[in-house]
């Protein structure tokens, strides 16, 4: 039985007239880039995630791009950040000429440890970037605690957790100064193409958001700053207006299935409810796999998870992964290289040893298929080909 990663084909298919009609919608306006469905989409999604501002934008990278921009990160500042995450969020750093400046992982949540945040300020640390990441919070309290202490903003890269909450039940997105989503098609909320979103409460930020998004300029051909061509085209506005109102049940069916695969690898003897309460790395002959820690960790609405991956650990994570795929199964490695150990960030000379979880995240983890549409059959045929390859 295939079980491809994720199969968008069937998500089309079951909103395809809706989708269509969308798309000839806009076509036969004319127009283009922003417009009337982008403005649909900013006012649907700044309820959605309980902010008073939302702003489309054409990726979510120079959603994270445009943030930094907006508080006016330059050469010589220094932006915090955890080492363990998708290139965009010390790329756009990097491209302001400011300095990622890394930490190490959370073992139990993969995010940013914010026990270790506070050592990495300095007089240059213009911001904190933590990542949501696979669509599970960050330890918000902790971190806005250690951002408000210095007076210090958060831009929070929730590109993968769109509709996740924390603790008292706030959107990702709407804690921080300010939140950067993607609409990138494996997301959950996924367009046809590249797309992505800020969210704030600040008007000054979020007018001055709007400047940068085109070229800095108000009125037209008037440019009180320099920004850029960060617009959202029409056409990813309306697809995302005809996949939004399904959002949420997408969601909990990703949770469904990850408790179900949960259930079927305890079930089938790869894990146990205490093995996957250990640290990075904490494998024995009982406890083949490591679980995502969300499952048995932290159950409450704090660690709120969307699934936009389910992610399990072995240190047979490559054997396995060419096993998956001669067997027609989907995975993928997120992320093998973190920041630390990418050459173009060589410069930054950080020491290895001061990233062990990282390291280990990035030598062990696998995701499996969890899109909306997987069906029992196909989970256990995952959960049963990971036990064939440790019983061979």
């Not at 007089?123 to 919070?137: C, D, E, N, W, Y």
């Not at 929730?158 to 100064?177: N, P, T, V």
Request: aromatic fraction near 8%; hydrophobic fraction near 40%.
């Amino acid at each position: 039985m295939t079980v491809p990663l994720l199969d968008l084909q069937q998500q089309y298919r079951a909103l395809k007239p809706t989708l269509d009609a969308a798309l000839i919608r806009v076509a036969e306006s004319q127009v283009c880039i922003l417009g009337p469905e982008v403005e649909q989409l900013e006012k649907t999604l700044a309820v959605y995630c309980d902010s008073k501002y939302a702003l489309g934008v054409s990726s979510g990278t120079d959603a994270l791009l445009m943030a930094l921009m907006a508080l006016d990160v330059r050469a010589g500042d220094e932006v915090i950040m955890p080492t363990y995450s998708f290139f965009a969020t010390a790329g756009a750093v990097a491209r302001l000429g400011a300095t990622p400046v890394l930490v190490d992982s959370e073992p139990l949540t993969f995010n940013i440890n914010p026990a270790l945040i506070e050592s990495r300020i300095t007089s240059r640390t213009k911001a904190i970037m933590p990542v949501h990441l696979f669509g599970q919070a960050a330890d918000m309290d902790a971190i806005m605690t250690i951002a408000d202490n210095h007076n210090i903003p958060v831009i929070e890269d929730a590109a993968q957790a769109i509709g996740s909450q924390y603790s008292d039940g706030r959107k990702l997105g709407s804690i921080g100064a300010m939140g950067c989503f993607s609409f990138y098609p494996t997301k959950n909320l996924g367009a046809f193409g590249d797309g992505g979103l800020i969210t704030t409460n600040d008007e000054a930020l979020y007018i001055k958001l709007k400047h940068i998004r085109n070229h800095g300029m108000e009125p037209r051909y008037y440019h009180k700053l320099v920004g850029g061509n960060f617009r959202l085209d029409a056409l990813q506005g309306a697809v995302l207006n005809v996949k939004f109102p399904h959002l949420e049940s997408w969601h909990a069916a990703r949770r469904a299935n990850a408790e179900l695969y949960t259930k079927k690898f305890i079930a089938a003897g790869l894990a146990t409810e205490n093995g996957s309460s250990e640290a990075c790395g904490g494998f024995d002959a009982d406890n083949t796999i490591l679980l995502p820690q969300a499952v048995f960790q932290h159950s409450g609405a704090k660690n709120h998870h969307i699934y936009n991956q389910y992610t399990i650990q072995t240190p047979k994570r490559d054997a396995l992964r060419k096993h998956l795929a001669d067997n027609g199964i989907g995975s993928e490695i997120y992320y093998p290289v973190p920041f630390h150990r990418q050459e173009c960030f060589a410069y930054l000379n950080a020491r290895d040893e001061d990233f062990s979880v990282a390291n280990c995240l990035a030598a062990h983890s696998l995701s499996l298929p969890i899109y909306p549409e997987l069906t029992e059959p196909q989970i256990a045929n995952v959960v049963e080909q990971v036990a064939a390859f440790f019983r061979a």
